[in-house]
């Protein structure tokens, strides 16, 4: 996986990816969990994760995402991605919301979502969900991410340096 930290920042002013070390730190947890994630993901494989390239973006000055970070995909053949971070030092730290990111970016390298129906659905496993009329917590894909996150958050090995 390639990743970049120059690209469309949703806050402009944002400095918080400027700092090298902590670019440093979340390409390294990037380069740890990529490993991992054919075990977790069945079908994927090193060379389509060598062609992926993730955007990680600053999104801590928007009003319009309440979620800690989300990921959006920005090319159909899936080689581009957004990792969109609203918050730094929330419940979560950065590099479980990466691995839970991650697990949104292997189900659409495998398949298993679609976004490619408008602006308010999904395709999860061919079956089409409406996203207004079904709560964050209740979504299968969330439901798949928060279970697997944990698999490759779990092989960080600074993984207790950076507990809450
Ligand atoms: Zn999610």
């Not at 159909?76 to 991605?81: M, P, V």
């Not at 976004?115 to 894909?141: A, H, M, T, Y």
Request: glycine content about 4%.
């Amino acid at each position: 996986m390639k990743i970049e930290f120059d690209l469309g920042k949703i806050n402009p002013d944002s400095k918080k990816f400027e700092n090298q070390l902590l670019r440093k730190n979340i390409k390294n947890a990037i380069d740890i969990y990529a490993a991992k994630l054919p075990e977790v993901y069945r079908g994927l494989d090193n060379d389509v994760l060598d062609n992926v390239t993730i955007h990680i973006v600053d999104a801590s000055n928007s009003d319009d995402y309440g979620q800690e970070a989300f990921t959006k995909r920005i090319k159909l053949d899936n080689s581009e991605f957004i990792i969109a971070i609203s918050q730094f030092n929330g419940q979560t730290d950065i590099y479980e919301l990466l691995a839970h990111e991650l697990c949104h970016i292997s189900q659409f390298l495998t398949g298993m979502i679609d976004d490619r129906v408008g602006n308010d659905s999904v395709i999860w496993k061919g079956e089409v969900f409406v996203l207004s009329s079904i709560p964050p917590q209740k979504r299968p894909w969330e439901k798949d991410a928060i279970k697997n996150q944990l698999k490759l958050y779990g092989t960080h090995p600074d993984i207790n340096r950076f507990q809450k």
